[in-house]
């Protein structure tokens, strides 16, 4: 079993849309959680980060960590077809390093018009 | 240009052979870290540099593998003897680090991608 579980999709969604992404993981070590969104043959980038339990809004972006479930949740209001990408979820522990991720798989995104 | 800069971008070579790649940071960062993605997966963690020290190396990294960062600028990557499993897309991502817990997220560069035939 993965450490970090994320259905790969994919997910087709009308412009407007909310969007709603997830993933579970088993490690209860993870201490911060992120969402990064990668483009088709680039680099993921940092969208969302949370420490610990809790939710976070940035924009059209809201994430969610709920660490007694060891569930994570990305919720996208008004979605775009820019929003068009794979979706990674990523986690860390203080021990670990903050950087040293353990990602999900990703889950595609398609918005159409 | 003051991200992640990782060259080349694509690279096709025959099993068997060696092949290097070089991720060049963002310039005040301290910390570099390379990740291996393979097709519909998301990025594995390999090993990370703090300045020229390789702190952690994955499971992952057979013996085939090294990573170097002499001076603690750039890195290069150099995988010996490759096989078609090693396939994939290799990413550089580097951050500043002052002391634990502080860090900055990691900046990623675009990857090489890495075909083995």
């Known amino acids: 079993q993965k450490e970090v579980e994320q259905d790969p999709g994919p997910l087709s969604v009308p412009e407007g849309a909310i969007v709603s992404l997830n993933c579970t993981y088993s490690?209860?070590?993870?201490?911060?959680f992120m969402w990064y969104r990668q483009y088709s043959r680039k680099g993921p980038e940092l969208l969302m980060y949370t420490y610990s339990s809790g939710n976070k809004e940035d924009g059209r972006f809201t994430a969610q960590v709920d660490k007694s479930s060891k569930y994570i949740s990305l919720f996208i209001r008004d979605s775009q077809p820019s929003d068009s990408a794979t979706y990674l979820c990523a986690m860390s522990s203080f021990s670990g390093g903050y950087n040293k991720l353990i990602f999900g798989a990703g889950t595609r995104l398609a918005v159409h018009p | 240009d003051t991200g992640v800069s990782q060259n080349p971008r694509h690279k096709i070579t025959k099993r068997g052979q060696n092949v290097t790649f070089r991720c060049d940071p963002i310039s005040e960062h301290n910390r570099l870290y390379w990740y291996r993605q393979t097709l519909g997966q998301g990025p594995e963690f390999l090993t990370y540099f703090q300045n020229e020290a390789q702190l952690e190396k994955s499971r992952l990294l057979s013996d085939r593998f090294s990573a170097e960062r002499p001076k603690g600028s750039f890195s290069t990557l150099e995988i010996q003897r490759t096989e078609q499993g090693d396939s994939a897309m290799y990413l550089c991502a580097s951050s500043f680090y002052l002391a634990a817990p502080w860090e900055t997220e990691a900046f990623f560069g675009q990857g090489t991608r890495l075909t083995v035939v």
């Open positions: 490690n209860s070590a993870f201490q911060y």
